[in-house]
């Protein structure tokens, strides 16, 4: 199949464009190069078209798109806390941008498009664990961002063009990338590895779900193949506190002694959530290998 992949460049992107090549499929690339990195390709680079570009230049994207199958668009921006502070950007880059690329695969006859969105469309969840049939109700503007590009994939469905929806849950692991706006891992392990005790937001009680990002690409490069309507939950199915995390990490670099520092829950955080992933078990045969313990290994490896 010819796929085009938005995003390909970034820490999830590079990883599924990996396993899209290993599987004999013909794969362009497109990606602003921002957060995501051509290192990240360079154990595919020669097999893949990459385009260093932009998802809001129609007229790239147009070309782009000529003889696709599937389009998998993971191009996104990504931050609870800098939503917060640029709402305007992440509405054009999060929801507008999906919708013009949704736009243009209808018009260049893509059939088949695989929107990568996030938890944080639940907001505080009513149960755990949580369900896709459970109501959303986004608590930050990144959020509402995914959510309200959710629905325009929705909306899509009677236009000529499939939708797949995955909701992923906090993935980790190698090339993670690092700044003020990373994931709580990559966070922990750059302080972790500086001496410095992680920090955390809250009482460290709050839960996540924690999924190795090899077994998400796994099962993303499935959905891509096995293509079907609607949404799925990805993660481990397994909730750890962040205490528990900064823990577990510390023994794995080996500073075992090394303890948090407890700062203000910050604004749009959830306290709990873990995914129920019957419905990606079932539909594509998702069973997660790696365990929290081991991911944390292979990450600060």
């Known amino acids: 199949m010819r796929i085009v992949v938005t995003g390909g460049a970034g820490f999830i992107g590079s990883h599924l464009v990996e396993r ?55 191009a996104a921006l990504t931050s609870v806390s800098e ?7 992440y509405h054009e880059i999060n929801t507008s941008g999906t919708l013009r690329l949704l736009q243009l695969s209808v018009e260049s006859g893509v059939k088949n498009f695989l929107f990568v969105s996030s938890c944080a469309v639940y907001g505080d969840p009513t149960k755990i664990p949580i369900k896709e049939t459970d109501p959303i109700s986004p608590l930050s503007i990144y959020a509402a961002t995914k959510a309200s590009a959710e629905a325009y994939c929705q ?8 939708t797949c929806v995955l909701r992923l849950f906090n993935v980790y692991g190698p090339r993670q990338g690092f700044s003020q706006y990373s994931g709580v ?8 590895r500086k001496g410095q005790p992680p920090i955390i937001f809250g009482d460290g009680k709050q839960t996540r779900d924690f999924a190795y990002v090899g077994d998400v690409a796994t099962l993303m490069a499935t959905a891509v193949e096995k293509f079907s309507e609607g949404v799925f939950n990805v993660g481990s199915g397994k909730s750890s506190t962040i205490k528990g995390l ?3 990490l510390a023994r794995t670099m080996g500073k075992p002694d090394l303890q948090p520092v407890y700062e203000e829950p910050r604004p749009g ?33």
């Open 269 to 301: 955080e959830v306290r709990y959530s873990r995914a129920d992933i019957s419905r990606a078990r079932k539909v594509f045969g998702f069973r997660p290998e790696v365990s929290l313990e081991e991911g944390l290994r292979l990450t600060v490896r």
């Open 246 to 248: 900064a823990e577990t």
């Open 20 to 74: 899209l090549v290993w599987r004999g499929h013909d794969l362009v690339v497109l990606d602003n190069l921002v957060t995501g990195k051509e290192d990240n390709l360079q154990k595919v680079i020669n097999e893949i078209d990459f385009i260093e570009g932009d998802i809001r230049d129609d007229e790239l994207v147009k070309r782009l798109l000529k003889g696709a199958d599937v389009v998998a668009h993971l």
């Open 83 to 89: 939503s917060m502070e640029e709402p305007y950007l």
């Open 155 to 162: 909306a899509y469905n009677s236009m000529g063009i499939r």
């Open 185 to 192: 891992i990559s966070q922990f392990t750059e302080r972790t």
